[in-house]
């Protein structure tokens, strides 16, 4: 009998082990990455499971809008113009294959302005079997290298394989399950030794580094990548650059771009699959800018049904003094230039517009049906109607001083109108300034009406469904919040846009080559894919986190909306020159 009294204590001891032992892996995913790494990696990004992220995204709302019947026929043209599409399918079958657990690529230092790399992934099966696949997309990598030297070194009984020269090298190794690669051959015994635990000292491995163990303890216990960022390595290397250039350091660094980047102690974010929908986490650890400001998100009072857009977020006070200091203002804009050389003329500086108004800026933008185009408005609360009435005429001097502003009052609002010409797309820039509020648009027409809603303590915005549940969604903003309606948007969008498709396509029939017009999706089997994205940013302790949630997150629309802006932009600066 007391036997089997102990044999049910150590199994049921074991089991607690066991249990702990699994919770405790999916605690620390980064774990078998982290300790292989050298505490003076700059940056590195993980992926714990290839195959099982690959699930998450086919049951996500963007992957089930795309095999929707109705887009497949859509796509099926331009898809087909697109190269070698049969080889990224068997790219990923061989993938499939491996089945990858903690991939892993890492930035680990900097020397002489020659970057090092270290990379690898867990396999399934054997070398050789591992070795069938890995062997041939080694091949292909270095195919278009030309006289390529080949060479094999052993290692603490490893073979490496080395392909090129330093800096220019390809080193790659097989340890057990593990596949390493690097274009230092140091750096992949370094990284062998870790692995192989011949080196001891334990805190000389990233996973014991304070500043990444602060981070991760605002990541989530289980993500589909990660990446993972020291900004001041990067702050240092620039300091020797800036003084090659002959820039002087300001006295208060912390007031200059490459100051802030040296208050930051880390940067790391996760993504992950959320019930269908894409949930990023991103934390900055590094010093409280914002004093006692608290994010109140009053403008979305303003809100209607038709808003789609609505952003609410506080503005530094040390942002607002540095635009002030001479290198600030030689990066600006010419507009935002003659705007502070109005407001610097007028005696109005940086503690004028702390003392005129509340530093939480809004944004909303409206889309109703019958509207060919959306309206957008800014808002700041009102602290001192005198002083932010003085700013307000700077303003208006700044945006155009050739063009007399017609300024009236109504119902005790200051407003300012400035008349356009007609063109095709009719402007009347406006703004309104009450004694609690500023607006401002480009539409005069909005930016009243937005006016009248601030005087009702009502909001529309507020009590819709979308809006209310993606609010819940990600926590409590304490200092940036953004929500955008993407079903509302992409009807909006498919009404405006669809008749000009169709319009395109009949004058230029080439058009047609590359894009069906006529079998454009209908909106709402886009829309029912669709739901709200929204994003809130709060400081915890020690840095700022930032979600963001949707179909998509903020992060990737705004990438997806910046990159081209980017392309154009280059563009554009060809074409001047």
Request: proline fraction near 6%; glycine fraction near 4%; aromatic fraction near 8%.
């Amino acid at each position: 009998m007391r036997r089997f009294l102990l044999t049910v204590i150590m199994a049921a001891l074991a089991a607690v082990a066991i249990r702990y032992g699994l919770r405790r892996s999916e605690q620390t995913p980064h774990a078998p990455v982290t300790a292989l790494l050298s505490r003076e990696t700059i940056a590195f990004a993980h992926v714990p499971d290839f195959n099982r992220t690959r699930d998450q995204w086919h049951e996500c709302d963007l992957y089930q809008l795309y095999r929707e019947p109705a887009v497949q026929d859509f796509l099926r043209r331009p898809l087909g113009k697109l190269p070698k599409r049969d080889l990224t399918a068997q790219t990923l079958q061989e993938i499939e294959q491996l089945d990858p657990k903690d991939g892993f690529v890492a930035l680990t230092s900097i020397d002489n302005n020659n970057p090092r790399f270290a990379a690898g992934f867990r396999f399934r099966g054997s070398q050789e079997e591992a070795e069938r696949i890995i062997g041939k997309w080694r091949s292909q990598l270095l195919e278009n290298v030309a006289n390529a030297k080949r060479e094999t070194v052993q290692y603490e009984q490893h073979k490496i394989d080395i392909a090129g020269a330093a800096p220019n090298q390809l080193a790659t190794v097989y340890d057990g399950q593990w596949f390493f690669a690097s274009n230092d051959l140091a750096e992949l015994k370094g990284l062998l030794d870790r692995a192989d635990r011949r080196t001891k000292d334990r805190q000389s491995t990233l996973e014991t580094d304070e500043a990444f163990r602060a981070a991760m303890a605002h990541m989530p216990s289980s993500y589909a990548v990660l990446f993972y960022l020291q900004p001041k390595r990067f702050a240092e290397k620039l300091a020797p650059l800036r003084a090659a250039l002959g820039q002087q350091t300001p006295a208060d660094q912390t007031r200059t771009p490459s100051g802030l980047l040296e208050q930051m102690r880390s940067v790391c974010g996760t993504t992950r699959f959320d019930n269908g929908k894409i949930h990023d986490v991103l934390f900055v650890g590094m010093p409280k800018l914002e004093q006692d400001a608290t994010l109140k998100r009053s403008a979305v009072a303003l809100g209607t049904s038709d808003t789609f857009f609505y952003l609410a977020m506080l503005l530094s006070p040390q942002r607002l003094e540095a635009v002030n200091q001479p290198s600030a203002n030689a990066a600006l804009g010419g507009w935002l230039q003659k705007f502070l050389w109005a407001t610097a003329s007028s005696d109005i500086t940086a503690d004028d517009w702390k003392a005129a108004f509340e530093l939480e800026l809004g944004a909303l933008a409206d889309w109703p049906a019958n509207a060919h185009w959306p309206s957008m408005i800014a808002t700041l609360p009102v602290k001192d109607p005198v002083r932010a009435n003085k700013i307000v005429n700077a303003l208006t001097l700044a945006i155009d001083e050739d063009v007399s502003w017609t300024k009236t009052e109504k119902d005790g609002v200051h407003y300012f109108f400035l008349p356009s010409p007609a063109s095709l797309f009719a402007m009347t820039p406006a703004i309104a300034l009450s004694n609690r509020i500023l607006i401002a648009g480009l539409d005069s027409v909005s930016v009243e009406a937005a006016m009248k809603r601030s005087a009702t303590s009502t909001s529309l915005l507020g009590r819709m469904q979308n809006y209310k549940t993606a609010t819940r969604a990600v926590p409590a903003p304490t200092n940036f919040f953004a929500y955008i309606d993407m079903p509302l948007l992409y009807s909006r969008l498919d009404a405006a846009l669809r008749p000009m498709l169709l319009m395109s396509a009949a004058f230029v029939p080439a058009i047609s080559d590359y894009v069906d017009a006529a079998k454009l999706p209908a909106p709402e089997v886009v829309t029912k894919h669709l739901s709200p994205i929204v994003a809130s940013q709060r400081y915890d302790g020690d840095g700022y986190v930032a979600e963001s949630i949707g179909p998509i997150t903020l992060n990737q629309a705004a990438i997806g909306l910046g990159v081209p802006t980017v392309f154009w932009a280059i563009g554009h600066h060809q074409q001047d020159h």
